[in-house]
């Protein structure tokens, strides 16, 4: 006996019971093949059902034209929906891992960005199981509207980040290697949103989360690097996002990260209005900020402005030094120096799920401030690893 072939099924069009599946986006496409295989069987039992007329009405080449624009029409409605919003559900899937909390670290590439140190780095931070890393988007040159970027130097950063599979978190900055325009705020908003845009797009397809700037309540010096005010902080992060927005609406946005959670700094982001242009609201946390249960009164503070959405830690961590006896810290659960940081690691990972964080950085994997940096400390690494693969 002749078997059926594959899709065909007593003369009609037939979809597998089966797809191997296993997440949200796979049921997608199946839901809606499922709905083109019945319009396509619709259409076969309509031009079956009407066999028994003249041949010359069978053979009508305009009844058949009419059939197959129809079948054509039914057809690309309902491919086209999800072509439009495959990226932005494959990008939710990416960032949020099924609502698990994304770990990654800060990478120190912004120090040395050569191929050689990106690619040593990337190596490590994948080994660790962790899946995400802060980058920023340095030394490109296009400081003011119309003038173009050199992505070359980053993009040997970025190749060799993805390709162990990271995925970026990328700081654009607005204040350094950006023209303020001698803090015209019209000009200053207008290079910060062409720079955005132009970052956005050379990117589009490879970075999918971007960060507006680094804590703007901390006083890096006199003029541009100066401590910002709330409300500038606000007009430059709405310039970024609807750049970006412009580029892929399905890429994220974090607001711009203070320096503490349960600063009146953020309070103050949040009455001026920053989560009315931020996917995330991004924040930084350090050391004994754990033991204050910040991110609550984070929280308290987007309730009171009506802002429900995710929140982001870009950079989070501690100096082993912190918790030694005259440390600002003194000691974490009995515990001194590398150990207890080490403690203190998996501890903040533990919080993190218990909040329901969208995703935490820690700092520093790679950097310049010595003790700082967990690629010489052992201790760290075993609690990072740990973390990267769910053990806490």
Request: charged share 25%.
């Amino acid at each position: 006996m002749a078997k059926t072939p594959i899709g065909l099924s007593k003369g009609r069009l037939a979809l597998p019971k089966r797809i191997p599946a296993g997440d949200v986006w796979h049921k997608q496409i199946h839901n809606r093949l499922t709905k083109v295989y019945s319009m396509r069987n619709y259409a076969r039992s309509w031009s079956l059902s009407h066999n028994n007329r003249s041949t010359r009405s069978r053979l009508d080449p305009m009844n058949s034209s009419k059939l197959i624009l129809l079948c054509c029409v039914l057809i690309l409605s309902m491919i086209l929906p999800f072509s439009c919003t495959s990226a932005d559900s494959k990008t939710r899937m990416l960032q949020q891992r099924d609502g698990k909390v994304i770990f990654g670290v800060n990478n120190g590439t912004g120090y040395d960005d050569s191929q050689e140190f990106s690619q040593m780095v990337s190596k490590r931070i994948s080994a660790l199981g962790l899946t995400a890393v802060r980058t920023g988007a340095d030394k490109m040159k296009c400081e003011r509207e119309g003038e173009p970027c050199d992505f070359s130097r980053r993009d040997l950063v970025i190749q060799e980040h993805l390709a162990q599979g990271l995925a970026l978190h990328m700081v654009i900055a607005f204040r350094w290697e950006l023209d303020a325009a001698g803090y015209d705020p019209v000009q200053w908003t207008k290079n910060y949103a062409w720079k955005c845009g132009q970052v956005a797009r050379h990117w589009k397809d490879t970075v999918r989360y971007y960060i507006v700037d680094n804590e703007p309540d901390l006083d890096y010096g006199e003029g541009q690097r100066a401590k910002v005010e709330p409300a500038t902080v606000v007009k430059m992060q709405k310039a970024c996002y609807e750049a970006i927005k412009k580029v892929d609406r399905g890429i994220l946005v974090e607001s711009s990260p203070a320096q503490r959670p349960n600063t009146e700094y953020n309070r103050a982001l949040l009455k001026a209005g920053i989560g009315k242009y931020a996917d995330l609201i991004g924040t930084h946390m350090y050391g004994g900020q754990l033991r204050e249960d910040a991110i609550a009164t984070l929280r308290k503070w987007m309730a009171e402005f009506g802002v429900n959405k995710p929140v982001a830690i870009s950079e989070c961590g501690s100096d082993p030094n912190w918790f030694n006896p005259g440390g600002s810290d003194g000691e974490w659960k009995g515990r001194h120096g590398r150990e207890a940081r080490a403690l203190w690691l998996r501890d903040m990972a533990a919080y993190a799920r218990r909040q329901k964080l969208h995703n935490v950085l820690f700092f520093s994997m790679f950097s310049i401030h010595g003790d700082w940096e967990m690629d010489r400390d052992r201790a760290a690494l075993a609690a990072l690893k740990d973390i990267g693969h769910g053990r806490f």
